[in-house]
T-cell receptor, first 114, second 111 residues
């Protein structure tokens, strides 16, 4: 089955710096890759996603890139702010059946220091 | 905008008891997913329903069952609870199986 690896497990940056989180997946047939932000005691919040027919997507300070050949995708956060501090999860939606179930990476704890 | 509603938010049960978790998806969403998240872990897929029919099944114990009702709300029934079942349980909903939106979760503690 699908396996998603996420790095790094923790990331500390200064406010205003950029942060990059990387994920690799194993099943080349996976076709949907969302990113979630989870704050303590809350449910995962969808922040951006990308489908396999697109190489890059941007939404204000957040961007995601996808390299299908290498089977990896990355989250880029620019001009980080203290409120960006949270756990970030990448995920992949694998076949068969494209039921939409998500296989998550292990998570990255991002700390933005003021 | 309306979000996914889960109840109860917190639940404390003893070993061997039964628990029922409820999920109310975003209106007009046709798919419901259940995930289990242990402390410091990533969410693990349990089961999903599309248009009230089970559409996929993950690492869900046989002691657990779930269904989706005619009004699209879903219930996760957990029997013979074990200490290891203590976790956060999330429900998510989507339209056409993309863009899953998660609820706030139910924290289950088994003592």
């Amino acid at each position: 089955g699908e396996n998603v690896e996420q790095h790094p497990s923790t990331l500390s940056v200064q406010e205003g710096d950029s942060a990059v989180i990387k994920c690799t997946y194993s099943d080349s047939a996976s076709n949907y890759f969302p990113w979630y932000k989870q704050e303590l005691g809350k449910g995962p919040q969808l922040i951006i996603d990308i489908r396999s027919n697109v190489g890059e997507k941007k939404d204000q300070r957040i961007a995601v890139t996808l390299n299908k050949t290498a089977k990896h995708f990355s989250l880029h956060i620019t001009e980080t702010q203290p409120e960006d501090s949270a756990v970030y999860f990448c995920a992949a939606s694998p076949p068969p059946g494209n039921t939409g179930k998500l296989i998550f990476g292990q998570g990255t704890t991002l700390q933005v220091k003021p | 905008a309306a979000g996914v509603i889960q109840s109860p938010r917190h639940l404390i049960k003893e070993k061997r008891e039964t628990a029922t978790l409820k999920c109310y998806p975003i209106p007009r969403h046709d798919t419901v997913y259940w995930y289990q998240q242990g402390p410091g872990q990533d969410p693990q897929f349990l089961i999903s329903f599309y248009e009230k029919m089970q559409s996929d099944k993950g690492s869900i114990p046989d002691r657990f069952s779930a269904q989706q009702f005619s009004d699209y709300h879903s219930e996760l029934n957990m029997s013979s609870l074990e200490l290891g079942d203590s976790a956060l349980y999330f429900c998510a909903s989507s339209l056409h199986r993309y863009e899953q939106y998660f609820g706030p979760g139910t924290r289950l503690t088994v003592t």
